[in-house]
């Protein structure tokens, strides 16, 4: 399908293609579409426009990211559809690694995953088959294998559209866990340290500029003082505020 440019909700129907595609290819989950559109829903409500509680909590992540010792970008069916030569980008100005970590794990998936990633000029990804993969708190399951070199061993990890009960695996372990999550009400959102309410679509290129101008300011008093004046149970109910049921006169 082609989208039509002048149509109202040209942005829109982009990214909705970009899924429609991505599931054609066999790289998405089975309920991926659904994912997608309870994010567009709440995408709606707050105006699809980056809320000031969400780009506060982005100088957050990415304060985090700056002065982690393995910072780790985990990426999943929907992220990569939506934002893959974004988040190659965000990794390489974050210097973090990228990890393929999928709540439907199955080799086929990581094969096409790690392929697509290889096309787009990133040969390294990590959480492929081939990768030494652990279980994060000894715990047997898919869903909670990590790569030893990646999110096993990461202090900060971030980890968008994440399903909850991975979520709350990897809040367990005691790593800095951030977020990109459209609910505010997710489990995922509360069990985070950082919870950025906003579209991956938004968030993720605007994360690449604030990463350049925290790194070209090189102020490590300002990166703690970003760090330590958050609170994410306030930022959240703050994100929460942002929504609108009620038509803007
Ligand atoms: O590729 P896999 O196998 O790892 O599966 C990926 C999905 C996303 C299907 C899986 O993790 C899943 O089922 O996730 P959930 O439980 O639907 O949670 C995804 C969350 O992301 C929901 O709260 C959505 O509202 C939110 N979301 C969806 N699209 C976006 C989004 N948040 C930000 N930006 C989006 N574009």
Redo the contacts with the bound molecule.
């Keep these: 399908m082609t989208v039509d440019k002048t149509h109202p909700r040209y942005e829109s129907l982009l ?1 909705r293609d970009k899924i429609v595609k991505a599931g054609e290819q066999g790289l ?2 089975p ?2 579409l ?3 559109g ?6 709606y409500l707050i105006g699809e426009k980056t809320t000031f509680p969400a780009k506060r909590a982005m100088y957050v992540a990415i304060a985090s990211m700056i002065i982690a010792e393995n910072p780790v970008i985990s990426v ?5 559809a ?1 934002v893959i030569d974004e988040i190659i980008k965000l990794a390489e100005e974050l210097d973090a690694k990228i990890e393929i ?5 199955t080799p086929e ?1 990581i094969e096409k995953l790690a392929k697509l990633y290889e096309e787009h000029g990133y040969p390294n990804v990590l959480g492929t088959d081939d990768d030494d993969l652990e279980y994060i708190n000894n715990l047997n399951s898919p869903r909670a294998s990590a790569s030893k070199e990646g999110i096993y061993t990461s202090d900060v990890v971030l980890v ?5 009960d ?1 979520a709350e695996i990897l809040a367990e372990t005691g790593k800095k866990i951030i977020t ?4 505010p009400l ?1 489990r ?2 509360k069990k985070s340290d950082i919870s950025i309410v ?4 938004r ?1 993720i290129p605007l994360m690449i500029e604030i990463a350049k101008d925290l790194k070209e300011e090189n102020n490590l008093k300002l990166i703690q003082d970003i760090i330590n004046d958050f609170n994410n149970e306030d930022n959240l109910q703050e994100s929460l505020q942002e929504f609108k049921i009620k038509e803007e006169e």
């Design positions: 990214f998405l989950a309920s991926a659904i994912s997608h309870r994010g567009e829903a709440f995408d999943n069916g929907n992220t990569t939506l970590n999928l709540f439907y794990r998936r968008p559209l994440e399903d909850g991975r990109i999550d459209l609910n997710s995922t959102s906003d579209n991956i679509v968030a």
